[in-house]
């Protein structure tokens, strides 16, 4: 969806570089979903935010990666001393709310091409 | 925890039905979503449940059995642009977040 947007399209780093990923959420949209997705697979849940917490990140490797919302500004996925493995499509998804009340669908953006050489 | 089965190809001829069948097992249930990705792209939504029963939305129906742990996706009058992965998930109660199946590649053939 146009609304959620990403960037960058693409990312080369090499190896032991640090990639930062950034996703700006719908207009009203407090709630921010960051997703992996491999070549030929589904997508992985990576780490939920709201503004200024972070209420899930099990999906989060424990290493090198970490995520945050901040008051202003976009939320920010940082992958430090990148390695191959690392190298998938991460999207970002916003939401109005969470679903305890009725549906809020995720409105995608359309996600940062890393690729580490 | 939550597991999310689905087929990983299918293949069908245009202008006909197909339907891609998710099972899924989770703690605590709160809806069932059904994305369409095509390759290179962002996944866009297609339909909702959380009730039992049969969602229509134009070409696309989306039907669910809480009971069984049983969701498909009805595509009909297929088209070429349908050619694209169909991405089963599943959102738990008491956390925003959903869990996604690995997705069905649907290839349309004319």
């Known amino acids: 969806n146009a609304g959620v947007m990403q960037n960058p399209r693409h990312l080369v780093r090499r190896r032991g570089q640090e990639a930062r990923l950034r996703c700006s959420p719908m207009?009203?949209?407090?709630?921010v979903y960051w997703y992996r997705q491999l070549p030929e697979e589904g997508l992985k849940f990576m780490v939920y935010?709201?503004?200024?917490?972070?209420?899930?990140e099990s999906g989060m490797p424990k290493e090198r990666f970490s995520a945050e919302f901040p008051k202003e500004g976009p939320s920010i996925l940082r992958i430090q001393q990148v390695v191959r493995g690392d190298s998938a499509a991460y999207f970002c998804?916003?939401?109005?709310?969470?679903?305890?009340?009725?549906?809020?669908?995720?409105?995608f953006g359309q996600g940062t091409r890393l690729t580490v050489v | 925890g939550q597991n999310i089965d689905q087929p990983t190809e299918m293949t069908a001829t245009e202008g006909a039905i197909v339907q891609i069948n998710c099972t899924y097992q989770?703690?605590?249930?709160?809806?069932l979503f059904w994305y369409q990705q095509h390759a290179g792209e962002a996944p866009t939504f297609l339909s909702y449940?959380?009730?039992?029963g049969l969602e229509e939305k134009g070409r696309f129906s989306s039907f669910l059995s809480r009971s069984k742990g049983y969701s498909y996706l009805l595509l009909k009058e297929l088209q070429m642009k349908d050619s694209a992965s169909y991405l089963c998930?599943?959102?738990?109660?008491?956390?925003?977040?959903?869990?996604f199946g690995d997705g069905t590649t649907l290839t349309v053939k004319p």
């Open positions: 935010l709201q503004k200024e917490n972070i209420i899930d």
């Open positions: 989770t703690s605590g249930f709160n809806g």
């Open positions: 998930a599943v959102r738990s109660r008491n956390a925003g977040k959903s869990t």
């Open positions: 449940n959380v009730l039992d």
């Open positions: 998804a916003s939401s109005p709310r969470t679903g305890g009340e009725g549906y809020t669908e995720a409105f």
């Open positions: 207009k009203g949209h407090s709630h």
